[in-house]
């Protein structure tokens, strides 16, 4: 999402949200340029997000989903790849820039191309686009001869139960990781550095439903281990979580709706009996220095999707903080802004000095 104009329907864009456990932060969208909606907008919004009721037919709002920026539907593997349709020249310039880079293949430092190099020393894949397969979903491996592939293994060892008040959620961290492994396995690495090991999974059929047709099916349960482990062994209080790549489209309109739409649909105690429950994340902006409502990741917990240093470098920076993230991590390689970008050469147990950058981001 290139444009951040939203429309609101409140005139402060700040709300009062219950902590766990305690007091109340102030929650905004500074991400977004906010317009109040008029009540033509307002009436057309509920309409739409009104729940359906006859499935028959597709309504007729889902022939533009995106709203005006909707591409029409394509067959082959640019299904999914294409910016939003009412992009203007220098907006479609920045978006082939951010596509670029993410389907760009990192190389070992140092190298003949310097915007290029920085994979290493232990890594997941060496391009983004090997994880989010043509911009879309990856997948687990099929069995035991099967590598990680675009799935990535995350580690942690849970902390106390949240913060306690908004003071400390700034430097709260939900868990902290293995004291060999950090928070992420690593099965590649680079030339004469071991990797950490090997993910495995083992399937195992679980329950078995019987269709309308007359077919049954088996649903699967997988059973994951770490192998061959090439730093000593884990924290035994170290938890496991395998996580499949997701798909990259639609992120910008998740950005644009407001906190305040989101957060009044949260129903953490199912009280409307629809069977869905949950309650909104709220943590720490370390771009924008306060807290707002977490929307990306597996456990919401990445609050937009800005780039890192918006402020600071805004015409070199085309990649998302959530993908910045992600390349540090799977690549090893990633914006010397991004937090955390200085402590990751502790991980290097080999006793070399690791340059720290990617090349010139």
Not at 161 to 174: H, M, V, W
């Amino acid at each position: 999402m290139i444009s951040h104009r939203a429309r609101s329907g409140v005139i402060a864009t700040c709300l009062a949200f219950l902590l766990p456990g305690t007091g109340l932060a102030q929650v905004s969208d500074p991400h977004l340029s906010i317009e109040p909606r008029t009540r033509a907008e307002a009436a057309r919004i509920a309409t739409v997000t009104k729940p359906a009721t006859d499935f028959t037919a597709p309504a007729r709002v889902e022939a533009n989903q995106g709203g005006v920026g909707t591409v029409r539907r394509r067959a082959g593997p640019q299904a999914i790849s294409m910016p939003q349709k009412n992009l203007i020249f220098q907006q479609d310039a920045r978006f082939n820039i951010g596509n670029g880079l993410f389907e760009r293949i990192w190389v070992i430092p140092p190298a003949s191309t310097i915007a290029s190099d920085g994979l290493g020393p232990l890594l997941n894949t060496r391009a983004c686009q090997n994880c989010h397969v043509m911009d879309g979903r990856g997948h687990p491996p099929a069995g035991l001869d099967d590598d990680a592939g675009s799935l990535v293994v995350r580690l942690g060892i849970p902390t106390d139960a949240g913060p306690a008040d908004i003071k400390t959620l700034r430097d709260y961290l939900s868990t902290k990781g293995d004291p060999v492994y950090g928070h992420q396995f690593s099965d590649l690495s680079v030339a004469g550095i071991p990797s950490e090991g090997r993910v495995r999974v083992r399937w195992r059929d679980a329950d078995r439903f019987d269709l309308p047709g007359g077919e049954r099916v088996t649903l699967r349960r997988p059973v994951w281990s770490l192998k061959d482990l090439g730093y000593g062994p884990m924290d035994p209080a170290t938890h496991i979580s395998p996580r499949v790549a997701p798909q990259m489209i639609g992120l910008g309109l998740v950005e644009a709706i407001l906190a305040s739409d989101i957060i009044a649909l949260a129903d953490p105690r199912d009280a409307d009996g629809d069977g869905i429950s949950g309650r909104a994340n709220i943590v720490w902006s370390p771009d924008y220095d306060q807290p707002m409502l977490g929307r990306f990741g597996v456990r919401a917990k990445h609050p937009d999707a800005a780039p890192a240093g918006r402020r600071r470098r805004s015409q070199r920076y085309r990649r998302r903080i959530t993908a910045a993230s992600a390349a540090l991590r799977r690549l090893h390689a990633g914006p010397d802004s991004l937090p955390g970008r200085a402590r990751w050469p502790q991980r290097n147990r080999t006793g070399l000095s690791w340059r720290a950058t990617a090349g010139t981001w």
